[in-house]
């Protein structure tokens, strides 16, 4: 998968926040759900790792209420955190 990311990150310094409610969307009843794979946010993942050297910073915002949930934002959440090999709970979600 090419998500165009080293068409955008070229040169160093960038800060980029990953944005959770970017894999879900609201059908027409105003159910919230999941619209890619787990696999490919795995690969978006890839695609980010492999562009580290230019980027400073990384946030995170995982916008709950645009993902269904607490649970829906953390679970996307510890996808990132688990690839990063980072070490971040939220004890009341777990």
Known sequence: MNT????WIK???WI???DIDYFFTEDSNGNIYQFVSDAYIQEFLKNIDSCLDHIDVVTIAMS???CGGW???YRILKLITKYFNL????KSLE
Do not use: A, G, V, Y
Request: glycine share 0%; aromatic share 10%.
């Open 4 to 7: 165009n990311i080293h068409h």
């Open 64 to 66: 709950p209420n645009f």
């Open 16 to 18: 980029l926040n990953i």
């Open 71 to 73: 649970e829906n934002s």
């Open 11 to 13: 040169s160093p310094h």
């Open 87 to 90: 070490d971040f709970r939220l």
